[in-house]
Every structure is written in structure tokens, then in C-alpha cells.
């Protein structure tokens, strides 16, 4: 590491002189006896139900100023900004302790990618769903004449667009958003850019601002499926579930993409396997 540190300062960074560090293994044991694996899962909880708390109660906000003035609210804009700002900070936040995942799309990215092991990747998905209900529960607990009647914050396939287009749209914006985090957080990036202070959260916080702008307007914008399950839990409409598996698979579908573009065009993941395979035989 200190040599990656010294050739980055020095402006003769290359990729002979970093190695990829060791995927981690499928199961590993090891971290339930560890305390830093609980507190991460706490943290992925927390932040969860954080973010549904302050991102729902937005989007009932502006529904509830705007019924009778177009003009009043924050606007779709608004609503963007509020979850690119909360991801964003809560990134920023647990970054250090649980890797600042908040989505089971990321997660599930990061897991096909051998960043996390299957245990803590099903783990940070529990957290997260249960941490998305609870969120939304608080919003309905403190908004409960306004929860229902504006829709709860729940995601549904807009009028107009067919199932066909939501989880195209659902696809395409979570990989925008996973191929953020993977280029983002690329460990080789930041050995070579070391003397460059750049903050991973805010590109993260940018391209879910930037897809929620796209998509708003079709599904509501999912891209990460506790949010769209914990607000269909607490809203408990039969639209919200009749579109559920769209905000599951489709990001699911485009975390897994994105995984592949990065770690086998991008870092020549393949190509690399093959190499080693040739070296071996």
C-alpha cells in the first residue's frame, strides 16, 4: 500500500504496480464472531430507515402542497434532490463501517462481484427491508392523514407505460447507479488518484439524483428494492404489490450488469481469468 501511495504522488501510477485485493470467500464463518460485522448491519439498518423516513415524507410533501397549486411544493426536482442528497450523506456516513450500501441492489452487485460474502450480503438485505419499514412507518405515524391519501411514497408503474418499459427503466437506472459505486469505490482508481481528494459519496449521491429525474415520471423510481417493499408494506395497496416485482428484478437485473461491465470489460476480469488459466496449464 505504501508503495501504491508513493508511485500515486509521484504521477507513475500503473497497473503493474497495484494488485487487486482477494475477492472475498462465498461463506465466511468468521464474521458472525466479530463485532464490526453486527455494528455494519446496524448501520445498514439505520441508515435505511433514515433515508425512507426523510426521502417518503418529501414525496408526500409536495403531493399534499401541490393538490391545489401545480406551482407549490419542491417539485420532481425537488424530490430528486432529496434522495440524491440522502444517499449522498448516508454514503458519506457509513461508508467506513458498512461499506454505505442502503440498497440490496448494491449489495447484490458487490456480492456477484466477490466484494462481500453471501452471509453479510443477506444480512445488509434483511437489515435494509426492515429498516425501509420502519422508516416508512414513522412517516405514516406522524402523517397519517396525508400517508394514504397521497400514495404513501409507494412506487407504481405510471399510467400510460406498460410493464415492458417500468422494468426497462428500472434496469437501466440501477445500473447507472451500481456502475457509480463500482467506479466510484475501485480501489485501483483510488491508489492511482491518491493525491486527487475525491469523494466517492458524491457521485453515488449524483447518479440517483440524476435517475430519479428520468424515471419519476414512469415508476416513481425504484432502483433499490427495500425502498420500494418497505413503502408498499406500510402503504399495503394492491397497485404497490401488483408492481413489486418489477422494483425487485429489475434492479436486481441491472446491479448484475453492471457487475459484468466492471469487473470483466472494464478491469479485463476475463481476460485475466484466462491468462491465470494458460499460466496454470
Known sequence: MAKDVEVAEQGEYSAKDYHDPPPAPLIDPEELTQWSFYRAIIAEFIATLLFLYITVLTVIGYKSQSE??????????????????????LVYCTAGISGGHINPAVTFGLFLARKVSLIRALLYMIAQCLGAICGCGLVKA???????RYGGGANELAAGYNKGVGLGAEIIGTFVLVYTVFSATDPKRNARDSHVPVLAPLPIGF????VHLATIPVTGTGINPARSFGAAVIYNKD?????QWIFWVGPFIGAAIAAFYHQFILRAGAIKALGSFRSNA
Open 142 to 148: 406522524f402523517q397519517k392523514s396525508y400517508y394514504t
Open 68 to 89: 391545489n397549486d401545480e406551482c407549490g411544493g419542491v417539485g420532481i426536482l425537488g424530490i430528486a434532490w432529496a434522495f440524491g442528497g440522502m444517499i449522498f450523506v
Open 207 to 210: 447518479a440517483v439524483f440524476m
Open 239 to 243: 397497485k404497490a404489490w401488483d408492481d
